[in-house]
């Protein structure tokens, strides 16, 4: 920094991964000098990670659309605001009007997640009235909110491992050593981890990959693929062959003990040992030293969750600190009393019957999958697109997400996007996905925008709220999500005023109620920290909470069961007659992967993250993007040496779908048979305005992944434990592969 530089400096939070890191931006005008962490910020105390600084990248990233663009015969052509609005509503008024309301999907992605900008998705969704709603979470960890529904009666009571308290924590396909945490948002996760073994507690993780995580613990049990729920089982097996059970506190309120004890016993340590790839011995210790703890937590994410058994998984996971004692108490698995609660909406809307519409009351028309949380799985939108009938989805308006390079199978999206009459998307840069787009709305970045977030901190370690001042002054006509939501929604909804959904929306944004702020205090002062609850001396305002620059801690979770449940016979169903249905299922399973190896698919796939990554779209970043190639296929030394392979040599991995051709990665870090790869990469595809991405644009691991393989309660995205084969490719081949996809790359309309 230059002594003639003055600088002011902002605190606020990163929000790109679910850490919510507290940082200091320091600016010089709408210059971003330096971001660092924020000590005072009491849940990170100065922890950022290297992404943090990519925020400053992303502010000033060249690529980054600046005005919103309109496809055109001759290429992107920059527009007005005013234009765009009015060009995007009316293109998408008119597919509705000649298909009907539910010809138009909507489709919301993971950054959406990070913003009160949400809040406008909301309106914008009720403004679209169609049946057509989607979104990340069908890739993501709808089989968590569809399992809390089961048990809870309550989609958002989701349990979070108390990290800071255990002194046993079972982390199950997760990697958090270097996600930071999922639905665990609490950053420092290698601190945390770190601190349960100084306290003389015990980690053991899961995972058929040696991971960053496993290296911070003091046991690692390397299942195979899939493995997990038969693992589980067997836990619970040794649970109650042993009379180990004690439900304490919960056994007031809980039903089906019995059908989980029958259930088990058909699960010994010796049947599942050959499933999950552990002897009987150690899953025998593991379930009796669970067992025994003081505090002790079962955590499962992604690598459980994205699988056909998904939602059986999670459920045996909650069953576990169910059944040990550990569910609902300190130092085990709690749930975070947040700023906001939906749990009374919940309550009533189960009680007005409503609730149990929102899951598996309607089918998606062409696969068959079910619905939840009132949404469709994305794994089957390009048949939606793609096939003729009553409903054919003929328009999209997209937020916030990429699913060509997100969603299982997205090499078919891609082309099915190209199918539609009219596309809207809602983001910054021209992406493999929104470079399909009638029209790109690109809000300014999240630097340059106000915010709080209500989603992220409702599934956290603590209690706490933070409100984040924009950093840099919003560049002059810039436009910030919501407002180009509201303005959308209500485009949308003119003319259609009589009908009674235009009219609520044209209502709501008449009176600024569409507003985040003006939702956000409504929803703070009713939630329960607000002034109407705690009453105005202690109680939360918006105010009150903007004028703490680090935060208001609300203390450590605290037990609040019955309080959360919303089953309409307010009990805790341990035993949910669906869940009991798939668990039977389980048989099917272990035999539908020896069929795999009999079809020729011998290796299994699953997924893997990079600190220096985040899903699709943080690739444009020189600073990140430095250092080796991070898109390989990760493999043990057995699996190449039979296959002839060196590290580096270009494979070719392929599944029941296709086939992608990457280099190889050689470590015996990886379970034999087993081979990982990253997602979030294949960026070079032709108009992809990511320049800096596409000079290493890797491969999409989904253009293999199978949309067919769901979990079948949720119809989530099963990206692990997918059955594929790996080959050796003549060099020759990969690199006039890569030099013709360098050709097609290029000048995007920015
Ligand atoms: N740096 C970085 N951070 C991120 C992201 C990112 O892209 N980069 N993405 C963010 C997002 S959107 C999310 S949802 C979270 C996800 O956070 P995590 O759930 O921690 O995700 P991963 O790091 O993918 O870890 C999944 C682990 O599951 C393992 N696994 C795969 N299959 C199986 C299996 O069958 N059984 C078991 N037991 N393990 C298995 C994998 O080897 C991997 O180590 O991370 C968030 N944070
Ligand atoms: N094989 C495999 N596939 C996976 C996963 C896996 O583990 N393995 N993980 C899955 C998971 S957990 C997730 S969450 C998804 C993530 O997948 P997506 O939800 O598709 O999210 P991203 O890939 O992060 O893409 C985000 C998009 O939002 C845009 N964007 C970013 N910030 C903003 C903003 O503030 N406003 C607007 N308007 N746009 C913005 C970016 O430019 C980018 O186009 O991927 C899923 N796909
Ligand atoms: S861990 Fe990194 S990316 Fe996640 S919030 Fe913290 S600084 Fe940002
Ligand atoms: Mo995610």
Redesign the pocket.
């Known amino acids: 920094m230059g002594a003639d530089v003055v600088t002011t400096t902002v605190n606020r939070q990163c929000t790109l991964?679910?850490a919510h890191c507290g940082i200091r931006v320091e600016v010089d005008g709408r210059d971003v000098v330096r971001i660092t962490g924020d000590p005072d910020d009491h849940r990170s105390q100065g922890y950022i990670c290297p992404?943090a600084a990519a925020l400053a990248d992303l502010y000033e990233d060249p690529d980054r659309l600046r005005a919103p663009v309109r496809r055109t015969a001759d290429g992107w052509e920059q527009i007005g605001w005013d234009e765009a609005i009015a060009y995007a509503s009316k293109g998408i008024r008119d597919v509705a009007r000649r298909h009907g309301d539910h010809a138009v999907a909507n489709y919301l992605g993971?950054p959406g997640a990070h913003t009160w900008s949400l809040l406008s998705f909301v309106v914008l969704r009720l403004a679209m009235a169609s049946r057509n709603n989607y979104s990340v979470s069908s890739a993501?960890?709808l089989p968590q909110h569809v399992v809390a529904t089961e048990m809870l009666g309550n989609p958002v009571a989701l349990p979070i491992p108390d990290i800071d308290r255990t002194t046993h924590m079972l982390v199950?396909?997760?990697?958090?050593a270097?996600?930071?945490?999922?639905v665990l948002s609490a950053p420092g996760m290698r601190d945390r981890l770190r601190a349960i073994t100084g306290r003389g507690g015990k980690v053991v993780v899961?995972?058929?990959?040696r991971?960053e995580t496993t290296k911070l613990a003091a046991e690692h049990l390397q299942?195979r693929?899939?493995?997990?729920p038969f693992l589980l089982l067997g836990m619970l097996h040794v649970v109650f062959a042993e009379g180990l059970e004690d439900l304490g506190r919960v056994a007031a309120f809980a039903d089906g003990l019995e059908e989980l004890r029958v259930l088990a016993s058909a699960w010994p340590p010796e049947r599942v040992a050959e499933l999950t790839g552990i002897d009987a011995g150690t899953i025998a210790r593991t379930a009796r030293e669970f067992a025994a703890a003081d505090r002790a937590a079962a955590y499962g994410?992604?690598?459980?969750c994205h699988?056909t058994t998904g939602s059986v998984t999670h459920w045996l996971i909650t069953v576990l600190n169910a059944v040990t004692g550990n569910l609902d108490r300190e130092g085990g698995a709690m749930f975070t009393n947040s700023v906001v609660d939906a749990t009374p909406l919940f309550r009533i809307l189960n009680r007005l019957g409503i609730g149990a519409k929102l899951h598996r009351t309607r089918r998606q028309r062409v696969s068959g999958y079910p619905d939840a949380l009132g949404e469709f799985p994305v794994a089957g939108l390009p048949d939606e697109i793609l096939t003729p009938g009553r409903d054919q989805v003929r328009g999209l308006v997209i937020y916030a997400g990429n699913p060509v390079l997100s969603a299982p199978g997205g090499r078919r999206l891609d082309t099915a996007l190209e199918d539609l009459e009219f596309m809207v998307a809602i983001d910054s840069f021209v992406t493999e996905t929104t470079r399909h787009a009638n029209v790109i709305l690109p809000a300014v970045s999240p630097l340059e925008r106000d915010d709080l977030d209500l989603v992220i901190a409702a599934f956290s370690n603590r209690n706490h709220v933070r409100f984040n001042p924009k950093a840099v002054p919003p560049r002059p006509g810039g436009r910030e999500d919501w407002e180009v939501m509201n303005d959308l929604a209500r485009g949308i909804g003119r003319g259609r005023v009589g009908r009674p959904i235009g009219l609520a929306v044209a209502l709501l944004s008449k009176v600024g109620l569409a507003g985040p702020s003006t939702l956000a205090q409504l929803a703070v002062l009713t939630g329960p920290h607000g002034v109407l609850r705690r009453g105005p001396r202690k109680g939360l305002t918006l105010g009150r909470i903007r004028r703490q620059p680090h935060g208001i801690d609300l203390g450590p979770l605290e037990p609040r069961l019955p309080g959360v449940l919303t089953t309409p016979d307010r009990r805790l169903h341990l035993a949910p007659a669906p869940l009991l249905r798939e668990a039977g299922r389980l048989d099917e399973v272990a035999s539908e992967k020896e069929d795999a190896a009999a079809a020729g698919f011998d290796m299994t796939l699953?997924?893997?993250?990079?600190?220096?990554?985040?899903?699709s779209w943080l690739h444009n970043s020189r600073r990140l993007m430095k250092g080796r190639d991070r898109c390989t296929a990760l493999v043990h030394p057995d699996d190449a040496a039979a296959r002839g392979l060196q590290d580096g040599d270009a494979v070719r991995v392929t599944s029941r779908i296709g086939s992608i051709e990457l280099p190889v990665d050689v470590s015996d870090e990886i379970l034999p048979g087993v081979v990982?790869i990253p997602h979030?990469f294949g960026h070079g595809r032709p108009g992809v305005g990511w320049k800096h991405a596409a000079t290493k644009p890797g491969v999409s691991v989904n253009d293999i992944t199978d949309p067919g393989v769901v979990d079948r309660l949720t119809g989530t995205a099963a990206f692990?434990?997918v059955p594929v084969r790996v080959e050796v490719v003549s060099g020759d081949a990969v690199a006039q592969d890569a030099a013709a996809d360098r050709a097609v790359a290029g000048a995007p309309g920015s």
Not at 172 to 176: K, Q, S, T
Not at 301 to 304: A, H, I, K, N, P
């Open positions: 991964c679910e992404k993971n993501d960890q199950l396909g997760a990697n958090p270097v996600s930071n945490g999922s899961v995972d058929p990959r991971t299942v693929p899939g493995g997990d994410r992604v690598g459980v699988q699953i997924g893997r993250r990079s600190v220096r990554s985040n899903n990982s979030g692990n434990a």
